[in-house]
């Protein structure tokens, strides 16, 4: 089992992934594409505009991806995330 933000998941890095949905897929790949091409990961704006939806919406798909364990956005000491310090989680 892999300990990802404080909880711990029964399932397998692959059983994740399959559960992600085509527009989760799609996210994740931006998110990929960012960090490939940037350095570091974008924020909830910048993920929007690549996707062409609105932040909250982008806000939400990434609240979808980290619950199943698939993207790690680490809070602050005050409880709030913090831009460019997403991660995609590759190892189960």
Do not use: C, D, F, N
Not at 1 to 19: D, F, I
Not at 32 to 56: D, F, N
Request: positive net charge; without cysteine.
């Amino acid at each position: 089992m892999r300990r990802v933000l404080g909880w711990q998941s029964h399932k397998s890095h692959a059983a994740r992934r399959a559960s992600v949905t085509p527009k989760q897929a799609q996210a994740l790949a931006a998110i990929q594409a960012w960090v490939t091409s940037h350095g570091y990961a974008p924020t909830v704006r910048e993920l929007a505009a690549v996707l062409g939806i609105k932040p909250t919406a982008a806000h939400s798909r990434l609240e979808q991806l980290i619950s199943k364990g698939v993207v790690a956005w680490p809070e602050s000491s005050l409880g709030h995330r913090q831009a460019h310090t997403m991660k995609l989680v590759e190892k189960p």
